[in-house]
């Protein structure tokens, strides 16, 4: 039954992304290996929930609700994709005639081989078949589902997940190329050296005036002020700690909740202008995103 366009009452929105949050680890690593980037894959799951809840406003809720959800993301995810100009290789339904898939027990290889494939380097797939490879082997969605998902036939879903497992196989037998050393930034050391000295004043001081703070579902805090209260919360957990590390290209520092703990719990991403901070993100509850996050420390 639909709605009309008015308002999603705070009720109503809590207990959709209540229901959401629960498919929240399932979409990501979807959308991580879509997106080449478990940093932007979590971007396309916080787009797709923040659009879910305006068609909500529209139209109400769909009786399937993750299949609604998947599709969401997707359409997201390729928007995005070719915005950056990928392209496939080849057409949807070039690979029709390719054999099936190879059944048991060489199906469960398939999907241990995805499993173990960095997240990085599903994007040297073409987007269908990345999608199609992502869904069944490391998902386990049903071939019919992927074929609606995508709005094409199950035997093409079948030809394209065979030549895409065939594809990732040659990715995996590459050895990767060695991973240059990387020195890190005054302004992450400095962060790193306030935080785990508890110098919470210290890191205020370092807040830009128009600095934004982006935490999982909540609202987005804004100015120094309103983020400032960022660090009395962690002021109030014993042990944690930081260390500089990169992750994707990117300088991020990993938070590690005990002393003793020799795994980071999660990660922060900040950006800086002229030594300040403008922006931080903060995976505290999203710690789903660490399960695929090849974070270098």
Not at 91 to 117: G, H, V, W
Request: hydrophobic residues 40%; contains cysteine.
């Amino acid at each position: 039954m639909s709605t009309g366009s008015q308002p999603l009452d705070a009720e109503r929105r809590a207990d959709f992304l209540a229901r959401a949050e629960d498919l929240r680890p399932e979409l990501h690593r979807y959308c991580a290996r879509l997106m080449g980037s478990v940093i932007e894959g979590e971007d396309v799951v916080q787009d797709t929930l923040a659009r879910a809840v305006v068609a909500l406003q529209e139209s109400g809720e769909p009786a399937a609700l993750r299949a609604w959800l998947f599709r969401i993301a997707h359409n997201r995810a390729m928007d995005l994709l070719r915005g950056r100009a990928f392209r496939d290789s080849e057409p949807i339904e070039a690979a029709s005639a390719i054999a099936d898939p190879n059944p048991e027990p060489m199906e469960t290889l398939m999907q241990r081989e995805a499993i173990k494939t960095a997240v990085s380097r599903f994007t040297e797939l073409p987007t269908v078949q990345r999608s199609i490879v992502i869904l069944k082997d490391v998902l386990d969605e049903p071939l019919a589902d992927i074929a609606r998902l995508l709005d094409v036939s199950v035997d093409s879903v079948k030809a394209h997940l065979a030549r895409g497992r065939a594809r990732l196989r040659e990715i995996n037998a590459r050895i990767p190329s060695p991973t240059a050393d990387r020195t890190h930034s005054n302004d992450v050391s400095r962060y790193v050296t306030l935080f785990n000295q508890h110098d919470w004043d210290g890191l205020r001081a370092l807040l830009a005036d128009d600095v934004k703070l982006q935490q999982s579902s909540h609202a987005v805090r804004s100015g120094s002020k309103d983020v400032g209260g960022f660090f009395g919360k962690y002021a109030k957990i014993d042990g944690i700690r930081l260390a500089p590390a990169w992750l994707e290209g990117r300088e991020v520092i990993a938070v590690f909740e005990h002393k003793d703990t020799p795994s980071p719990a999660y990660f922060m991403w900040l950006k800086w202008r002229d030594g300040r901070i403008v922006f931080i993100r903060d995976y505290r509850y999203d710690r789903y995103v660490m399960r695929d996050a090849e974070l270098k420390i």
